[in-house]
């Protein structure tokens, strides 16, 4: 895999979204993975007694987990939730934020962006017509409640790394979704050079 990936210049920036528990074994074996190709960011989805392992292995390995919400109902539900979880871990065990599911969930993507900050190592960027409710409805970038501008320049601000998972997330009209694609990156595109500045 590896010879295919430098032929073609090509890089993994994350891998997941992985699920963790305390079996420390059971977590090395993706920790390796990652290692071997050249993979910086582990979104995950650990349990709460994965943490002390978690911590161990990222300092053994020097690879970040980053943890990613799902939304209403589930473990890592609100930024102050997953935020909390990691603040006596080490500085590598960060966040990866699904932000059409943090808008299902009520947050402000902009403000999540600001919360989880220096960690902040992944991120969907994803846009939502739901608030607080369990089901989401994907829509085009910022035809929702996604402010693409201000996450761009949130994101700026916070430092987000060069070698972060930054990806763009689209789920509707799965029978020809092309156009709606090529209007998310080109929302994306623009806010990113405005944020720039």
Same mark, same amino acid.
């Given at each position: 895999?590896?010879?295919?990936?430098?032929?073609?210049?090509?890089?993994?920036?994350?891998?997941?979204?992985?699920?963790?528990?305390?079996?420390?074994?059971?977590?090395?074996?993706?920790?390796?993975?990652?290692?071997?190709?050249?993979i910086r960011n582990i979104?995950?989805?650990?349990?709460?007694?994965?943490?002390?392992?978690?911590?161990?292995?990222?300092?053994?390995?020097?690879?970040?987990?980053?943890?990613?919400?799902?939304?209403?109902?589930?473990?890592?539900?609100?930024?102050?939730?997953?935020?909390?979880?990691?603040? @006596?871990?080490? =500085?590598?065990?960060?966040?990866? &934020?699904?932000?059409?599911? %943090?808008?299902?969930?009520?947050? /402000? #993507?902009? !403000?999540?962006?600001?919360?989880?900050?220096?960690?902040?190592?992944?991120?969907?960027?994803?846009?939502?017509?739901?608030?607080?409710?369990?089901?989401?409805?994907?829509?085009?970038?910022?035809?929702?409640?996604?402010?693409?501008?201000?996450?761009?320049?949130?994101? @700026?601000?916070? =430092?987000?790394?060069?070698?972060? &998972?930054?990806?763009?997330? %689209?789920?509707?009209?799965?029978? /020809? #979704?092309? !156009?709606?694609?090529?209007?998310?990156?080109?929302?994306?595109?623009?806010?990113?050079?405005?944020?720039?500045?």
């Amino acid at each position: 895999m590896n010879a295919l990936l430098k032929k073609f210049d090509i890089s993994i920036s994350a891998h997941g979204v992985q699920s963790f528990t305390k079996d420390h074994s059971k977590n090395e074996a993706f920790f390796k993975f990652a290692k071997l190709a050249g993979i910086r960011n582990i979104s995950a989805n650990p349990q709460p007694d994965s943490f002390e392992s978690l911590d161990k292995l990222v300092k053994a390995y020097d690879i970040r987990i980053a943890i990613h919400n799902h939304g209403p109902t589930h473990l890592y539900d609100k930024a102050k939730d997953v935020h909390k979880a990691v603040q @006596k871990w080490d =500085k590598r065990i960060g966040f990866c &934020a699904d932000l059409g599911h %943090y808008i299902r969930s009520g947050d /402000d #993507p902009v !403000e999540v962006v600001h919360l989880l900050g220096e960690r902040l190592y992944g991120m969907h960027l994803k846009d939502d017509v739901n608030i607080g409710q369990r089901r989401g409805k994907s829509v085009v970038l910022g035809t929702g409640h996604l402010d693409v501008l201000g996450v761009m320049k949130a994101l @700026k601000k916070v =430092k987000f790394p060069a070698d972060g &998972a930054l990806s763009l997330e %689209y789920e509707e009209n799965p029978e /020809d #979704p092309i !156009e709606d694609i090529k209007k998310c990156l080109d929302i994306a595109s623009e806010a990113a050079l405005k944020a720039k500045g």
